[in-house]
Antibody
Framework: EVQLVESGGGLVQPGRSLRLSCAAS????????MHWVRQAPGKGLEWVSG????????GYADSVKGRFTISRDNAKNSLYLQMNSLRAEDTALYYC???????????????WGQGTLVTVSS | QSVLTQPPSASGTPGQRVTISCSGS????????VNWYQQLPGTAPKLLIY???QRPSGVPDRFSGSKSGTSASLAISGLQSEDEADYYC?????????????FGTGTKVTVL
């Protein structure tokens, strides 16, 4: 059974940093691209970032480019999101999601975690 | 980055057919396939339709998708109470700074 379990969320002050993790199991992690998607309270879905199976291809939404860094450790079956210079508008539930097909960033996302909540507030 | 435009709400009575539209541009829907996600209240999104009109295993055939030009649509036939949820279209966007993935604005479906 595919499982994606996010962790690392919490309350953080504006301008500070936070690192999210996603532990994957139930599939061959290093075969698939992975993504972070967020949802602000009461709002819609926003793609944040994606990384290909071998980290060779990475993409970011304009809203986080230069502040967030996605990475993965295939030996640990884990996905990460380093978030720096956090702003109030980054407050959201952050989901980890797996691509349906092997390899590159091509979508769609067939499995999602339950999310970890990030709250940016002083 | 652009988003895909959906109506904020749609509704129908049990058994009716409901259609949700999704409008994009040449750099996203016009160039790539469309996916649809269903988000039940308080839960993570679930892949409902991919590659414009393909259903993952386990998704009832009451759900169908189509695409034409820079627009797409999701149809729910034989509407059921458990279909009450938020629905999002999505596609890759090939803009200059991309590629990146864009979601629609979301449509809340209410079963009357």
């Amino acid at each position: 059974e595919v499982q994606l379990v996010e962790s690392g969320g919490g309350l953080v002050q504006p301008g500070r940093s936070l690192r999210l993790s996603c532990a994957a199991s139930g599939f061959t992690f290093d075969d698939y691209a992975m993504h972070w998607v967020r949802q602000a309270p009461g709002k819609g879905l926003e793609w944040v970032s994606g990384i290909s199976w071998n980290s060779g291809s990475i993409g970011y939404a304009d809203s986080v480019k230069g502040r967030f860094t996605i990475s993965r450790d295939n030996a640990k079956n884990s996905l990460y999101l380093q978030m720096n210079s956090l702003r109030a508008e980054d407050t959201a539930l952050y989901y980890c999601a797996k691509e349906l097909r092997f390899g590159e960033l091509s979508g769609p996302f067939d499995y999602w975690g339950q999310g970890t909540l990030v709250t940016v507030s002083s | 980055q652009s988003v895909l435009t959906q109506p904020p709400s749609a509704s129908g009575t049990p058994g009716q057919r409901v259609t949700i539209s999704c409008s994009g541009s040449s750099s996203n829907i016009g160039s790539n396939t469309v996916n649809w996600y269903q988000q039940l209240p308080g839960t993570a999104p679930k892949l409902l339709i991919y590659s414009n009109n393909q259903r993952p295993s386990g998704v009832p055939d009451r759900f169908s998708g189509s695409k034409s030009g820079t627009s797409a649509s999701l149809a729910i036939s034989g509407l059921q109470s458990e279909d009450e949820a938020d629905y999002y279209c999505a596609a890759w966007d090939d803009s200059l700074n991309g590629p990146f993935y864009v979601f629609g604005t979301g449509t809340k479906v209410t079963v009357l």
